[in-house]
């Protein structure tokens, strides 16, 4: 795990409250709904393949969102989105369980869990489609992949760098999202996503369904990250800003390419 001396305090914070969290109290037993047909599906369909996050708040965000939480993912499902996010983080993103039990019950998309997981008993909390491992927070990221995988959970892997990356093939992760945001100090570049897949040989990435994470805006963000190779791309404050079905539908309109 990151020793978190270079850290932004937020995010110190949050790996605190995530450290002193319990898991579940029985182990999950998932059949999730998959990520690559939901990716295809959009893709015939015309649509640029969006994971819409509903997040009510964030440490990088002003305000709160207050709407109802399912109410806002069914807007996104109906603006075409390929599959949602969801906070479960409540300290700081005021997500919870409930509100992805709910929202995964209202919606036919696949939905990930967003949340930092630290150990296995943290996977026990909640079934979702996917669930998120963070590369750089994760002591044990092979074992905590298998221990993902054995409950039926798909994983989605981020990283911000390209030895995160390498750590995460090399782990067996098939789907990977690189973060455009520094967790060591909030600051987005929407550069990385490009840098960050350029380096790794296109041979060793060649399996691997990859997703491109924070800062993208607009549709033109959405078309540089897919030029980049990004199968999907996850975006959170541009859908949650206003009105989320509208802002879904001006991200996954026109051209998948």
């Given amino acids: 795990m990151d020793t ?13 409250a995530a450290a002193e969290r319990t898991g579940g109290e029985e182990r999950l037993d998932v059949t999730p709904r998959p990520l690559s047909a939901s990716i295809s599906a959009a893709e015939a369909d015309g649509r640029a393949p969006i994971i819409a996050e509903v997040k009510p708040t964030s440490p990088t ?51 990930l869990r967003k949340d930092f997981l630290l150990r296995e008993a943290h996977l026990d909390v909640v ?9 750089r927070f994760v002591d044990d990221l092979e074992g905590l992949l298998a221990a993902a995988r054995e409950r039926g959970f798909q994983v989605l892997v981020e990283t911000h760098t390209v030895s995160e990356f390498e750590a995460a093939l090399e782990a067996g992760a098939e789907i990977i999202g690189v973060n455009n945001r520094d967790l060591a100090k909030l600051d987005v570049d929407v550069g990385t996503f490009e840098r960050v897949v350029e380096a790794v ?47 879904t539908e001006r991200l996954t309109s026109g051209s998948t390419e």
């Fill in 4 to 16: 978190r001396t270079e850290l932004a305090p937020a995010v110190r914070s949050i790996l605190d």
């Fill in 61 to 111: 965000t002003e305000g709160e969102r207050t709407d109802d939480p399912v109410e806002l993912a069914e807007s996104m499902v109906e603006g075409g989105a390929a599959a949602l996010s969801v906070l479960t983080e409540p300290e700081h993103f005021g997500g919870s369980a409930e509100t992805l039990e709910a929202v995964r019950a209202a919606v036919d998309v696949p939905v």
């Fill in 127 to 135: 079934e979702a489609d996917l669930v998120l491992l963070i590369a």
């Fill in 201 to 247: 040989p296109a041979t060793a990435r060649e399996n691997v369904t990859l997703i491109a994470e924070s800062g993208v805006r607009s549709r033109e963000d959405v078309s540089r990250m897919r030029a980049a190779g990004a199968d999907a791309v996850l975006v959170g404050s541009a859908i949650m800003d206003g009105d989320v079905r509208a802002n």
